[in-house]
């Protein structure tokens, strides 16, 4: 019984954990206990567990007269931890600028292009998605394995404080595109590697300058 309990609250929490990662329920949205149990079949008790789970780890909050609500996005968190990923993610790229072979490189070329047109189409997750492979897809072959998981890990956080920085900055999301390209050129003919950490390490901190100019 204790097991099957789990997997309810479980169920729960993966069903609105996923609501407020890709923004179906945005920053102050109401999270009614009753409607989402509805939703799922469950009785109350294991959304409301869910509940409590989300709120420890920081995405939901209780206020007086409304109840749960999405929280408000940590704008210093996720300035801070988009400058650590930078200074990792440019190191990772410039270990990895030896390893990559020219089929990676023209992986890389599509998933720019599939980029510039989840844009044209609007589709600010999808790009985010493919924002993430692309990337990805340069560390994998960085040969530190401790280095990779703790990037991973990064990526990980900033999903959770809902921060994609094309969410909030759509403009900064064609920007990104022409810096993949010239990203792609650095590796292709490759470059000395001081020069692609630096450039990849820039351009992670141009999408933390554009969140922070936004307003």
Not at 33 to 55: F, H, M, N, T, Y
Not at 60 to 66: A, G, I, M
Request: a neutral charge; glycine letters at 4%.
């Amino acid at each position: 019984m204790e097991t099957k309990a789990k997997n309810k609250t479980q169920l729960a929490y993966e069903y609105i954990l996923s609501r407020i990662e890709n923004g179906v329920y945005g920053p102050g949205y109401r999270v009614v206990i009753d409607q989402i149990a509805r939703e799922l079949g469950l009785s109350i008790i294991p959304v409301r567990e869910a509940i409590r789970q989300l709120e420890a780890e920081g995405l939901v909050e209780f206020k007086p007269y409304t109840g749960a609500v999405v929280s408000n996005i940590n704008e210093k968190e996720y300035i801070e931890t988009l400058s650590v990923l930078a200074v990792l993610e440019g190191y990772a790229t410039a270990l990895g600028s030896a390893n990559l072979t020219k089929e990676a490189i023209n992986e890389l070329e599509r998933l720019n292009e599939r980029m510039e047109r989840a844009l044209e189409e609007l589709e600010l997750e999808r790009f985010s998605e493919l924002n993430y492979e692309f990337h990805s897809l340069i560390y994998v072959h960085c040969g530190n394995a401790y280095l990779e998981e703790q990037i991973k890990q990064i990526w990980q956080r900033m999903k959770r404080i809902r921060a994609y920085g094309f969410t909030f900055v759509p403009q900064r999301a064609k920007a990104s595109i022409e810096e993949h390209r010239e990203i792609i050129r650095l590796l292709r003919e490759q470059a000395p590697p001081h020069e692609i950490e630096q450039y990849v390490r820039q351009h992670k901190i141009n999408t933390a300058e554009a969140f922070k100019r936004r307003r």
